[in-house]
């Protein structure tokens, strides 16, 4: 298109493509922040006492954390960091899995949520 002196019709396209992706991540950033709601009610709810928009925000970073980040992000120690993310494990908010010596604790509706990002045409 560009050489052929298209220059209109690349235009046209290349603002197509950026108007398709502002809206594909318009529509990511509500459906996280729509979760992160539900997640917020959930543990208020369900863990009261571990509750906090620091631990919230940890659990949003990445589709996984780790102890390491919660005692980082929350500036607790290990065994509080752990206990913390058991129980999210326990209200079925994470899901634990060990690799190697090492725990990971998945979110698997913000895995699956970027996992099936739709697609716009």
Known sequence: MRTDDAWEEWILFMLTAVEKTAKQTINIIENIKELMKREKRSIRENCPKIYS?????????????????????????????????????????????????????????????????PTFK
């Open 53 to 117: 928009q620091d631990l919230l925000n940890n659990l949003f970073k990445h589709p996984y954390t780790k102890i390491e980040f919660v005692m980082r992000d929350l500036g607790v120690v290990r065994q509080t960091a752990s206990k913390y993310l058991d129980e999210l494990v326990k209200v079925g908010i994470l899901q634990k899995q060990k690799i190697g010596t090492e725990n990971f604790y998945i979110h698997p509706e913000l895995f699956d949520l970027f996992k099936n990002i």
